[in-house]
């Protein structure tokens, strides 16, 4: 049970703490394999020997040699292929096969025909001898994720440069992700043998998700292609949903219908999914705004996906819902690039919030004068800055739920100290999170020195990007709200872990100038919406629930009244 509470513990610190924290840059290792090129697919009756160790990791497959049997065991998902030096069959899936040529050792490298990796593991790529050089299939965008991962994890800098595209190039160095790769093994120890790989595609990307064998929990990528093949961006989680989420009871598919669609232009461009109410026009919108963190448009959290509950729930009532990927997910590398070492809140958050309320507004059958910004988390106490962000005054109403009321590194501090309260009530040790309260008290103390500033970043700061610590640093949703005239409704989970209940208070006490402000609060919600019956930990996240439906219910009434 520690060992469960403490992971999810440091989930959810990782959760509040935003930034991509990027690995050190590491030397390129020595390559394994050369320069990559695309042909047309060779026959899959083609007998050529091939090495078997470069041939089968660059496609995601594990392989292990048995020096005393001199065989070689290659395993990629549910097939296993086991090769033995002199001899022309192979046993795959403990079934003889016919190779057409005999394996092969030389040079301490083992070769097998080529058309057996090719068909048993379903694979498009061939071997060009003539060259030595890996060739697979143009348009293959499995087998060139797995390439470029296979790259990343041997550090092959040039080989990750040749899959990218001239974008990428020039705003990340193929170095930083050789170094990324390498520092992932140090955590997950030895990834080789790929698990799944799937692809799907969206308004802005064509993306493959691989997963991989690791030690402990498996190790999940995504390799974003631009609409040339080409290597756009990569995504690695630090958490992943278990696949375990289910559908409200509330959900009720005849009530809505739901579209892709862009938020902004350009180089970040987000996509997003619009929930539109069957059989009416002219109906408000809800804009969704993610917590921090890099942040799916379901804002998914293991078992739970807050946004997508919201966004059904409030279409069945007759309000219309705009959630987007947030732009630390969707171009993860690219947008640290682009802020050149600035990367604030602003880029991060805001800006993406102010253009999905210009992106509804040029929607068929929304009404323009009822756009209402719903932030959650970190989304909630930005909701003021994103007010003022809003020069056209297109904002109508707000909701912040779950929104600290006090800075996020003061936050970071009272999460710690609630973990640890937690962990003595389950009668576990403290000893390792007391630990880490310590080491965060002396980042928060860096960040609140006024001695350091945007243009003086100290050293040795560990919580990420110390410019978008800085820059966010001592912040008040608050004290910029009290001056502010759009109507608000501040909600806040009784048992939330991340969010403690008493910010709903200083919520009241730093706007009790303001009559235009609505409070809720409810009893046993956590910070992810969903009713939980004893004290939340972050532990509940894993199971299968949905956000309350009082919660709905009452965004309903304020955005209707």
Same mark, same amino acid.
Do not use: F
């Given at each position: 049970m520690k060992k469960r509470f403490n992971m999810i513990h440091k989930m959810v610190v990782a959760s509040l703490a935003t930034t991509l924290l990027l690995a050190p840059i590491a030397s390129a290792a020595e390559q394994e394999m050369v320069t990559i090129s695309s042909?047309?697919?060779?026959?899959?009756?083609?007998?050529?020997?091939?090495?078997?160790?470069?041939?089968?990791?660059?496609?995601g497959a594990g392989v292990k040699w048995n020096g005393l049997a001199k065989s070689v065991t290659v395993t990629k998902g549910d097939t296993q292929i086991i090769f033995t030096v002199g001899e022309s069959d192979a046993l795959v899936n403990n079934k003889a096969?016919?190779?057409?040529? !005999?394996?092969?050792?030389?040079?301490?490298?083992?070769?097998?025909?080529?058309?057996?990796?090719?068909?048993?593991?379903?694979? !498009?790529?061939?071997?060009?001898?003539?060259?030595?050089?890996?060739?697979?299939?143009?348009?293959?965008l499995e087998v060139t994720a797995s390439q470029f991962v296979h790259a990343m994890l041997k550090a092959d800098v040039e080989n990750i440069r040749a899959l990218m595209n001239d974008k990428l190039k020039a705003s990340t160095q193929a170095t930083l992700l050789a170094g990324i790769g390498k520092s992932y093994q140090g955590l997950y120890g030895q990834i080789n043998e790929q698990l799944t790989a799937s692809t799907s595609k969206n308004a802005v990307h064509e993306n493959v998700v691989l997963t991989y064998k690791a030690q402990g929990i498996p190790f999940q990528i995504t390799i974003r292609f631009d609409n040339k093949g080409l290597v756009d961006d990569v995504f690695i989680p630090y958490t992943s949903d278990t696949?375990?989420?289910? !559908?409200?009871?509330?959900?009720?598919?005849?009530?809505?219908?739901?579209?892709?669609?862009?938020?902004?232009?350009?180089?970040?461009?987000?996509?997003?999914?619009?929930?539109?109410?069957v059989g009416k026009t002219n109906v408000p919108v809800v804009v969704l705004v993610h917590g921090s963190g890099p942040n799916d448009r379901d804002e998914s959290a293991l078992s739970l996906k807050p946004f997508?509950?919201?966004?059904?729930?409030?279409?069945?009532?007759?309000?219309?819902?705009?959630?987007?990927?947030?732009?630390?997910?969707?171009?993860?590398l690219q947008s640290s690039a682009a802020a050149k070492g600035k990367f604030t809140v602003k880029e991060e958050t805001i800006d993406d919030a102010i253009r999905a309320v210009q992106a509804v507004k040029k929607i068929e059958g929304i009404d323009t004068k009822k756009i209402i910004v719903v932030g959650h988390s970190q989304g909630g106490m930005l909701i003021p800055r994103i007010i003022e962000a809003d020069k056209n005054q297109d904002i109508a109403k707000a909701v912040i739920i779950a929104g600290p009321a006090t800075s996020l590194e003061d936050i970071m501090i009272e999460q710690s100290e609630y973990g640890i309260e937690s962990l003595k009530q389950l009668g576990q040790s403290t000893a390792s999170m007391e630990q880490q309260l310590e080491m965060m008290k002396q980042q928060v103390a860096?960040?609140?020195?006024p001695a350091y500033s945007t243009s003086k970043l100290p050293e040795g700061f560990m919580l990420g990007n110390p410019y978008w610590w800085l820059d966010f640093r001592n912040y008040s949703g608050p004290a910029i709200a009290k001056n502010q005239k759009t109507p608000l409704l501040i909600m806040q989970g009784e048992n939330d872990s991340q969010v403690l209940a008493h910010h709903l208070d200083a919520w009241k006490k730093g706007l009790a100038n303001r009559s235009d402000v609505t409070y809720a609060s409810y009893p046993k919600v956590n910070h992810f919406l969903v009713e939980a019956e004893g004290r939340s930990t972050g532990v509940e996240y894993s199971q299968p629930a949905n956000v309350s439906e009082a919660i709905i219910n009452d965004i309903v009434k304020f955005v209707k009244k």
């Open positions: 042909e047309k697919k060779t026959s899959s009756s083609d007998h050529r020997l091939v090495p078997v160790r470069i041939m089968s990791e660059t496609i096969t016919s190779l057409g040529a !005999k394996v092969e050792y030389k040079d301490g490298m083992v070769y097998v025909p080529q058309s057996i990796l090719q068909n048993a593991l379903e694979s !498009k790529i061939s071997w060009n001898a003539d060259s030595n050089q890996v060739v697979v299939a143009s348009g293959d696949g375990l989420y289910q !559908k409200p009871s509330y959900d009720d598919p005849k009530l809505y219908t739901e579209k892709e669609v862009v938020v902004g232009e350009g180089d970040l461009a987000l996509p997003g999914t619009l929930t539109l109410p997508r509950d919201l966004a059904v729930g409030l279409a069945a009532q007759g309000v219309a819902v705009l959630r987007y990927e947030k732009v630390t997910r969707e171009h993860t860096l960040i609140k020195d």
